[in-house]
C-alpha cells in the first residue's frame, strides 16, 4: 500500500507559475513511476486527464502536448518525492491535480496501469 499525498495548489493569474508536491510512503523497496493527472471542472473521474510522469531515477518523463515545455516534471533523490513545476498557467489548466505511481515505465504506463492516487490539490487560474 502506497499513501500520497499532494501540496502545493492555489490561485494564481494567468502567465503565472505554482510547484506541486506529492510526497509518496509506504511500498517500501518498490521502483515506481510516479505520475500527475488532472481533473478539470464538470469532467468525471474517467475523464481524468494524464499531465506528465517520470520513471524511477528520474531518466524518463513524458508530457502531455499541452503543457509540454511549460511543466516540468521531477523526482526528489529519495525518489519518494514528486514535483511539478508549472509556468506560464493558463486558465484551462485549472484543475484537481492527482499524483499517482504504477510499476510500470513511464513511457509505456496508461492510466489504468496507476495503482495508487492521492486526494489531490486544487490549481485554479484567473484570466
Known amino acids: 500500500q502506497v499513501q500520497l499525498v499532494e501540496s502545493g495548489g492555489g490561485l494564481v493569474q494567468a502567465g503565472g507559475s505554482l510547484r506541486l508536491t506529492c510526497i509518496a510512503s509506504?511500498?517500501?523497496?518498490?521502483?515506481?513511476?510516479m505520475g500527475w493527472f488532472r481533473q478539470a471542472p464538470g469532467k468525471e473521474v474517467n475523464d481524468r486527464e494524464f499531465?506528465?510522469?517520470?520513471?524511477?531515477?528520474?531518466?524518463?518523463?513524458r508530457y502531455e502536448d499541452s503543457v509540454r515545455g511549460r511543466f516540468t516534471v521531477s523526482r526528489g533523490d529519495a525518489q519518494n518525492t514528486l514535483y511539478l513545476e508549472m509556468n506560464g498557467l493558463k486558465p484551462e489548466d485549472t484543475a484537481i491535480y492527482y499524483c499517482?505511481?504504477?510499476?510500470?515505465?513511464?513511457?509505456?504506463?496508461?492510466?489504468?496501469?496507476?495503482?495508487?492516487w492521492g486526494q489531490g490539490t486544487q490549481v485554479t487560474v484567473a484570466s
Open positions: 499517482a505511481v504504477t510499476p510500470r515505465d513511464s513511457r509505456l504506463a496508461a492510466k489504468n496501469d496507476y495503482l495508487y
Open positions: 509506504g511500498g517500501a523497496g518498490r521502483r515506481y513511476t
Open positions: 499531465v506528465a510522469a517520470i520513471n524511477w531515477g528520474g531518466r524518463y518523463t
